[in-house]
């Protein structure tokens, strides 16, 4: 069975980085993208970050470029999201997402979400 | 950048058909999926590659896309499929949600 479960959330003062790890189990994470998509209180969802299988393409959404850093260890079958100059409004649960790209770069998808792990800026 | 629009709300009766809509400039170029979430739970796929069902998912949830609209249709709905619902594109290599449909069956 797939299995993603997110770990790193927590309470963080403005301005402070935080760590966000993913452990995947149960399906070959070396092959899969990977995705961070956040929900901050009574939101939608809202795309953090993607990293391509072997972690040589990765995108942000505008208000994440140069504060995160998304990344991934294939040996661990770890995902990452390194955060930095953490403000109010990045409060939210982060999700880890596997991704699924069956036609190249013309369909992507999420078709497995973690349970999420909380982040509080304040 | 892209945006995908949805309705804020849609109620329909156990049993009836209901529809929710998604728009988007000329979306009927881009793969479309839909996604459901429950209060307090993660979301789940329900829908792929604009009308493919991923395994799991009841033969009642199907979808469609035209033109600048993708449609979640969800025929004989029942009380469990009362739930936020959001329409997912891929848009130069980044992920783009619509705002989200609460659909309540009542």
């Known amino acids: 069975e797939v299995h993603l479960v997110e770990s790193g959330g927590g309470l963080v003062q403005p301005g402070g980085p935080l760590r966000l790890s993913c452990e995947a189990s149960?399906?070959?994470?070396?092959?899969?993208?990977m995705t961070w998509v956040r929900q901050a209180p009574g939101k939608g969802l809202e795309w953090v970050a993607n990293i391509k299988q072997d972690g040589s393409e990765k995108y942000y959404v505008d208000s994440a470029k140069d504060r995160f850093t998304i990344s991934r260890d294939n040996a661990k079958n770890a995902l990452y999201l390194e955060m930095s100059g953490l403000r109010a409004d990045d409060t939210a649960v982060y999700y880890c997402a596997k991704g699924a790209a069956p036609r190249g770069y013309y369909s992507y998808y999420i078709d497995v979400w973690g349970r999420g792990t909380t982040v509080t800026v304040s | 950048s892209y945006g995908l629009t949805q309705s804020p709300s849609v109620s329909v009766s156990p049993g009836q058909t209901a529809s929710i809509t998604c728009s988007g400039d000329?979306?009927?170029?881009?793969?479309v999926s839909w996604c459901q979430q429950k209060p307090g739970q993660s979301p789940l796929l329900v829908i792929y590659e604009d009308n493919k069902r991923p395994s799991g998912i009841p033969e009642r949830f199907s979808g469609s896309n035209s033109g600048n609209t993708a449609t979640l249709t969800i025929t004989g709905t029942q009380v469990m499929d009362e739930a936020d619902y959001y329409c997912q594109a891929w848009d130069r290599n980044t992920v783009v949600f619509g705002g989200g449909t609460k659909l309540t069956v009542l």
């Open positions: 000329k979306l009927t170029y881009k793969y």
């Open positions: 149960g399906f070959t994470f070396s092959t899969s993208w």
